[in-house]
């Protein structure tokens, strides 16, 4: 059986090195002609928030430069958009390095503005989709995720990296209907993939995120290079490079539809073989504790957002984004009310200045 993913070793930021990476992927998972010349190219990076480059968080901008090199090669057309979780595409733009790289690239911009609503009765959970226009608005759609820890998911990658064709704060909304039900979300990812299925994916991860990801992680230099046309399987395969511990729930539920049969499960390149050492370092909010008694205690003691009052500048982003409206600003600092508190870690995800932390405490219903 021929590989499905292609796993190359990087050790640096320089655009031709990532380039040739790339061709040497395409070429060996026969996606060469997946792009042809005169083609309308989406290209979609992680985007989350506006960080420097040098901070993992989004998308770094030589992989976006690599990528545009290869497809100028085909004849293709490119544009570039998402739909960030907190602050303007503009400001993330510029603040991680894309907009410099757009403009020597020729590599228009877009708005995730603009909306569409998709019924599907085959979806899993989210029946009635709405997306950005953009999504159905181009001939190919290249995803380009980084390779980080998630709190919430274990990992953020290629299937998760398309809940950005999720429409501006309508994010919060599938987050307060999955609760901090991860296989849920999981299935309302995988739903999304089902409507947008990007013509190949690319994972940026010569420098990753590990820990308290996806925004407030530390910077883990990892060497990666990963292609497939296959978001799951892809994810599925880096997930185990990266020595997760446990599968996560993205990929779980996609095992659960046999969208993972082990057939397909083959990587080829010079990382195949050579897995991360020491493993990725999960996020707080993605481990299970097991411990005497668990059962009992479990209602009681719970993974929750805490606030760092030392570095909490009182911006009321927590407040804002929290779907379960669970965060208010009383007597000059942010208050959580746990009774409310989903725990699906959209303020720990969203703080930018890495003020809300995860970790256990007792709560009582």
Avoid at 203 to 219: H, S
Avoid at 291 to 296: E, K, V
Avoid at 344 to 352: G, I, M, R, T
Wanted: aromatic content about 6%; charged content about 20%; proline content about 6%.
């Amino acid at each position: 059986m021929p590989a499905s993913v292609y796993l190359d070793s990087c050790l640096a930021y320089k655009a031709e090195t990532i380039a040739e990476s790339l061709r040497r992927g395409l070429s060996a998972l026969n996606l060469e002609d997946s792009v042809r010349s005169g083609d309308r190219v989406l290209l979609k990076p992680n985007l989350i928030m506006a960080k420097a480059p040098e901070l993992a968080t989004t998308t770094h901008p030589e992989v976006v430069r690599a990528v545009a090199m290869v497809l100028k090669d085909c004849g293709a057309r490119l544009f570039l958009g998402d739909s960030p979780g907190f602050g303007s595409l503009d400001r993330c733009l510029e603040k991680s390095g894309l907009q410099s790289v757009m403009k020597k690239m020729d590599i228009a911009k877009v708005y995730f503005t603009e909306e569409t609503t998709v019924m599907d009765n085959n979806n899993l959970i989210a029946k009635k989709l709405t997306l950005a226009t953009a999504a159905f608005a181009y001939d190919k759609i290249i995803n380009l995720p980084k390779l980080k820890t998630h709190s919430m998911m274990g990992s953020t990658l290629a299937v998760k990296n398309l809940f950005g064709f999720i429409p501006g704060l309508m994010k919060i909304k599938w987050h307060l209907r999955a609760g901090h039900n991860r296989q849920l979300f999981a299935r309302i990812m995988l739903d999304i993939y089902r409507q947008v299925t990007p013509v190949w994916n690319f994972i940026d991860g010569i420098v990753a995120m590990e820990g308290e990801g996806p925004t407030g992680g530390q910077p883990r230099h990892c060497g990666l290079l990963a292609l497939a046309a296959e978001a799951p399987l892809l994810d599925c395969l880096v997930e185990k490079w990266s020595g997760l511990s446990a599968m996560t729930p993205i990929s779980q539920e996609a095992q659960k539809l046999g969208w993972l049969p082990a057939e397909r499960l083959v990587a080829a390149g010079p990382a195949a073989a050579s897995p991360l050492s020491p493993a990725l370092k999960p996020a707080q909010g993605a481990t299970r504790a097991t411990f005497p008694g668990q059962r009992l205690w479990r209602r009681l003691l719970v993974l929750k957002p805490q606030i760092t009052r030392s570095r909490c500048q009182l911006c009321r982003v927590c407040v804002q984004h929290c779907p379960a409206q669970a965060m208010q600003l009383l007597n000059n600092k942010i208050v959580i009310d746990y009774k409310r508190c989903i725990r699906c870690y959209c303020c720990q995800e969203l703080c930018p200045y890495g003020a809300v932390r995860v970790g256990y405490g007792l709560v009582f219903w």
